[in-house]
């Protein structure tokens, strides 16, 4: 089955496919306004069209752009509002690369299609993002969150780890390996789509409600 555009949108609430895609959209026509002014601060993307019929090759357009931007090199300046992340192209590449994954997710699972398993040295890299670069530095009001304990996150067949310690009023912060009060695992495909709260088969062992403050914006 084919998710038109007004199909919803089953792990993004009130979204239906239309709006995922004039959504990815718009963002990727942000981050070309960013590279296109590196030196800048406020930088301001160009809004996609509303019509479906029109948001498609707009879409295209800019995706097509953004690829050939990329050929620039990683190192090359680009404007970068998020400040925990290196302001170049490399960290586009990869926080587009990661944007891009999850919404193809969205719209497979809208079409109830079997959602695509990804590469698992991509795959673990996005929860290396996830764990490194996001979680810990989105907007949460974090006096509010009252978690204490230690958290493994094992991707199997990647063979990477990351153990995180939570502590009540602060947040998730990557620490050495230590005894877990809970283990998040499973295949680096599988951890990755939990990570960011999509469906995924994973192990769970111990006290699953530490992995909360662990989800993804």
């Known amino acids: 089955m084919e998710a ?14 239309a709006r995922l895609v004039r959504h990815v959209a718009a963002v990727q026509a942000w981050v070309l306004a960013c590279v296109a002014d590196p030196g800048g601060s406020e930088a301001r993307g160009e809004r996609p069209p509303k019509v479906w019929e029109e948001i498609v090759p707009w879409w295209d357009d ?35 690369a990661h944007e891009v994954a999850i919404h193809r997710v969205d719209v497979e699972l809208a079409g109830r299609q079997e959602a695509t398993t990804f590469d698992t040295a991509f795959a673990a890299d996005g929860v290396d993002e996830a764990l490194s670069m996001i979680i810990h530095r989105r907007g949460t009001d974090w006096s509010a969150v009252g978690a204490s304990g230690t958290v493994l996150v094992h991707a199997e067949d990647a063979r990477r780890l990351w153990s995180l310690t939570l502590a009540p009023g602060q947040p998730p912060a990557l620490a050495a390996p230590a005894e877990p009060d809970v283990t998040l695992s499973g295949g680096a495909d599988a951890v990755y789509k939990r990570l960011w709260r999509r469906p995924a088969d994973v192990s769970i062992t111990g006290d699953a409600e530490l992995l909360d403050p662990l989800e993804t914006p």
């Open 62 to 96: 800019k995706r097509a752009a953004l690829r050939r931007a990329f050929d620039a090199g990683p190192d090359t300046p680009a404007q970068m509002l998020f400040p925990f992340y290196e302001a170049n192209l490399g960290a586009w590449a990869r926080r587009q």
């Open 4 to 17: 038109g555009p007004e199909a919803t949108v089953p792990t993004c609430p009130e979204w239906t496919v």
